[in-house]
């Protein structure tokens, strides 16, 4: 057997092992949250004063470098519209990082050693991004429903109806990122938890300024008193009213971008053009060797070009 197919068949069984790893760690994670809900359900049957006692340790947070691996991973789903579990996302992962490996090694030429790793950043690198434009989505969403929740949780208020009653007439009324957090808002009500210090653990989840507007206001006015309803009402027309400003803004921008996208694309467009018309002209390109520092001095010029153009585009309102 050649060291070649040697080290092939290492690399596969590294990747399987990272694998399996990986579900075992998600396994041992389901199985101390599914203990935690076990004590948090025994400790309600207790008196008041012994669910105190045992309240940090409830709450403790992941303290090994495993039990956090797989939180992190468990936060940033809860974080998007994906509704899958750890185990699956892992499994996807796995069959990605398997079929990157044997696409860099059997149809790219690259060593065993060195594809191991440009397969497991690229799979990650790929892996992050998703999970970003699923947040950027989800949050969005959120930040745009939040208005006309807020209004329906004000008038179930001034209708004389508690905030458990009143979240659960949001909860009836909404969908999407909104049916989601102020679902788990309601239950966390119901099980005694304070009206802010579920805002705060909202806002840890998602954060928003929308958000953290809302927990703000509610946990100053807990603490010196006022109207509630007013102050959600309020705070309705003051988010209707920057979201409005944030759409005039993107208006007023839209040029701008425009151009960016042209300018970004032009330099691609031309090189295609050209390599259709005549390949061999590009070819001291990437066939000498002073031509490939020049084209990837140049790509990395457009990079930075195209960082410059989106952040002088993008306006934080």
């Known amino acids: 057997m050649s060291t070649f197919t040697i080290l092939l068949l290492a690399g596969f069984a590294l990747n399987a092992g990272l694998i399996l790893l990986g579900f075992v760690l998600a396994d041992r994670q389901r199985r101390r949250h599914i203990a935690r809900l076990q004590r948090q359900r025994d400790i309600l049957s207790l008196p008041v004063s012994r669910r105190l006692k045992n309240r940090k340790r409830t709450l403790a947070q992941p303290s090994t470098a495993t039990e956090r691996f797989v939180a992190f991973f468990e936060r940033q789903l809860d974080q998007t519209s994906l509704r899958i579990g750890v185990n699956e996302l892992l499994l996807q992962v796995g069959i990605g990082l398997l079929g990157g490996y044997a696409l860099a090694v059997l149809a790219l030429g690259i060593h065993p050693l060195t594809a191991l790793p440009v397969a497991a950043v690229l799979t990650f690198g790929l892996l992050m991004s998703i999970l970003n434009i699923a947040q ?182």
Do not use: W
Not at 169 to 181: A, M, Q, W
Not at 243 to 251: E, G, M, P, T, Y
């Open 136 to 317: 950027n989505r989800y949050k969005t969403a959120f930040a745009a429903d939040l208005p006309e929740a807020l209004d329906i949780f004000a008038r179930g208020l001034r209708a004389g109806r508690p905030v458990t009653d009143s979240m659960s007439i949001v909860v009836d009324n909404s969908k999407g990122p909104i049916l989601h957090e102020f679902s788990r808002c309601h239950d966390e009500v119901r099980m005694g938890t304070s009206l802010p210090e579920c805002l705060e653990r909202l806002s840890a989840r998602l954060p928003l300024a929308e958000v953290n507007f809302f927990a703000v206001s509610t946990a100053l006015q807990a603490e010196t008193g006022g109207n509630l309803i007013e102050t959600i009402e309020n705070l309705a027309t003051q988010l209707r009213e920057r979201r409005k400003l944030r759409k005039k803004a993107r208006a007023l921008s839209s040029e701008a971008r425009a151009s960016a996208v042209i300018l970004a694309a032009l330099p691609f467009a031309v090189t295609l053009l050209i390599a259709v018309l005549n390949g061999t002209y590009l070819e001291p390109l990437y066939a000498d060797p002073r031509g490939r520092i020049m084209s990837a001095t140049a790509l990395g010029s457009i990079a930075f070009g195209i960082f410059v153009m989106v952040r002088m585009g993008k306006l934080d309102v």
